[in-house]
DNA sequence: GTTTCGATAGTCT
DNA sequence: GACTATCGAAACA
């Protein structure tokens, strides 16, 4: 890859423990062709807990089924979907090859092509309403279900390393929009230090 | 400013 | 046949 977004985070990344690539995502640089944006918020979904729970708010919870068959393969692939109907949401696959586990990439800083998301996402009032949502960042980066499996360790879609944070701090907190699990704190956020 | 609600289609039961 | 890992417009305060 030679462009100026910064190495290309290898497969070994995200071949972890879920709750760990979901926090070490924050801060780097998601590039979808000419279009780029810092990782702010992510959330993992589990195969299961520290103490063995089943993650029943995962989509991996009902089997290997043609929408899921992606989250149990190797790790640094895509895994979208449409929610609701409307929104493609934009996962990445973590945890070994035959384990089920990905994270929820929930919201973005714009960093370049800025004027391609505009016109991409034009009901946004500011640059900062571009992708600071699941389905908003879809839009905003161009990324739909052709995505789906794609290998984000090469090709169009990527994430790139990036300097550590150093002014912001990494909240926990409960994941948003689920009715199963709902006192898990698998969301992780980058906040500013006041 | 906050809350409510409809849109909309793929996936699983 | 029910449900959904969301969004944005409209209604209200």
């Not at 290997?64 to 979907?81: E, K, L």
């Not at 009032?125 to 949502?133: I, P, R, S, T, Y």
């Not at 879809?138 to 052709?146: K, L």
């Not at 499996?149 to 409960?174: K, N």
């Amino acid at each position: 890859m030679t462009d100026s977004f910064g190495p290309v985070l290898p497969r070994g990344f995200y071949a972890r423990p879920t709750t760990v690539v979901a926090r070490e995502l924050l801060g780097k640089i998601l590039v979808h062709g000419a279009v780029a944006g810092r990782i702010v918020e992510t959330e993992a979904y589990l195969d299961r807990d520290e103490q063995g729970r089943i993650d029943l708010a995962a989509h991996s919870a009902a089997g290997i089924t043609s929408r899921t068959r992606v989250i149990f393969g190797p790790p640094g692939h895509a895994y979208v979907y449409l929610a609701y109907g409307i929104h493609e949401c934009l996962n990445i696959v973590a945890e070994q090859d035959g384990l089920p586990g990905c994270v929820l990439i929930r919201a973005l800083e714009p960093v370049a092509g800025l004027e391609l998301m505009r016109a991409r996402r034009p009901s946004a009032k500011n640059d900062g309403e571009l992708a600071n949502g699941p389905g908003k960042l879809t839009r905003a980066m161009g990324i739909t279900r052709r995505d789906y499996g794609a290998d984000v360790t090469s090709g169009e879609l990527t994430v790139r390393d990036a300097a550590a944070f150093a002014s912001e701090m990494v909240l926990e907190t409960a994941r948003i929009g689920i009715t199963k699990c709902v006192d898990w704190q698998l969301r992780y956020l980058l906040q500013e230090t006041l």
